[in-house]
């Protein structure tokens, strides 16, 4: 952590409105179990008026792949996507491929 805190710490000074530095860090320190550093890097984003990117998924379904905007439910699909990924998380978690974190 304290490498990529450095690192990041390089591409603040050179990127600072390069939302994916911030969101790497912040997960790093989550991963780490360091909630208040990771809390302290979103709350820094936030005072300078930066906004996390949401992600892009796809999936495959029987007509084809499908990509989508994390939490977008415009696609008349949405709800028929988001099963399927519920599905799989809930078949992750039964089989404890899922590392459960606690905050």
Do not use: H
């Not at 690192?7 to 360091?34: K, V």
């Not at 709350?43 to 796809?58: A, C």
């Not at 696609?75 to 399927?84: A, F, G």
Request: aromatic share 8%; charged share 35%; hydrophobic share 35%.
């Amino acid at each position: 952590v304290e490498i990529a805190r450095f690192a990041c710490d390089r591409l603040f000074e050179m990127e600072p409105e390069n939302t994916g530095n911030y969101t790497i860090m912040a997960n790093l320190y989550s991963q780490a179990g360091r909630w208040e550093e990771a809390e302290t890097v979103r709350d820094k984003m936030t005072r300078i008026g930066l906004k996390k990117i949401p992600g892009t998924s796809w999936i495959e379904t029987g007509k084809g792949l499908r990509s989508f905007i994390a939490k977008d439910t415009s696609c008349e699909r949405s709800k028929e996507m988001y099963d399927v990924i519920e599905g799989l998380v809930e078949s992750m978690s039964d089989k404890e491929c899922i590392m459960k974190q606690e905050r």
